[in-house]
């Protein structure tokens, strides 16, 4: 019963430990293994009607490796996650008319999977487009209390962030605007 348990990929049911033991009182020899290894590193839990062993509970944190696997963003990811961000819920399209190019799938499925976009529903048009919007990770991720902490156009300017060639477009527009009048 032991072997078969430790051997065990995936936890057992009561059936499966017959199927390898044969017959016989099974639930008396799981409690007997359960007792053996009870206060020790490992011991044998149920969970769902299946049987197998693990790390006790009181030990676990030392197993555990928390690795920070440090991946970049790509510019693409980086434009597309502010927009989703500042404009949200926003979709494909809108995203692209947005930055003036097309979006790569792949861009969207980066930062889902980093857990800061999620699918927001449908637009209510014609096509039903998908939207997105951010996760609470994203906020976490970035140190914000909510969307009305992201920084606004002033705080860019002031931290350096903003690309010269934005600032210059932003300068003529503003010049335009002054002819306008």
């Known amino acids: 019963m032991e072997a078969v348990l430790f051997a065990s990929a995936e936890p057992l049911s009561i059936d499966s430990l017959?199927?390898?033991?044969?017959?016989?009182?099974?639930?008396?020899?799981?409690?007997?293994?359960?007792e053996r290894y009870r206060g020790g590193g490992v011991e044998l839990v149920e969970?769902?009607?299946?049987?197998?062993?693990?790390?006790a509970?009181?030990?676990?944190?030392?197993?555990?490796?928390?690795?920070?696997?440090?991946?970049?963003?790509?510019?693409a990811g980086i434009e597309t996650l502010a927009i989703i961000a500042y404009h949200e819920p926003v979709s494909r399209a809108e995203i692209e008319a947005i930055r003036g190019v097309q979006v790569a799938k792949g861009t969207l499925d980066v930062l889902m999977e980093a857990g800061w976009v999620r699918p927001a529903g449908r637009r209510e048009v014609p096509g039903r487009p998908l939207t997105y919007a951010t996760t609470p990770e994203f906020l976490s991720h970035f140190g914000l209390a909510s969307r009305r902490d992201l920084p606004g156009l002033d705080d860019l300017r002031a931290a350096g962030l903003l690309d010269p060639v934005d600032l210059a477009f932003e300068q003529l527009a503003v010049e335009k605007d002054a002819d306008d009048d």
């Not at 969970?47 to 790390?55: A, K």
């Not at 509970?57 to 510019?75: F, K």
């Open 18 to 34: 017959r199927a390898y033991v044969g017959d016989g009182d099974i639930r008396t020899a799981i409690a007997a293994v359960a």
């Open 57 to 75: 509970p009181d030990l676990a944190h030392l197993l555990r490796r928390d690795r920070e696997e440090v991946r970049r963003l790509s510019r």
């Open 47 to 55: 969970r769902g009607g299946r049987w197998h062993f693990q790390t």
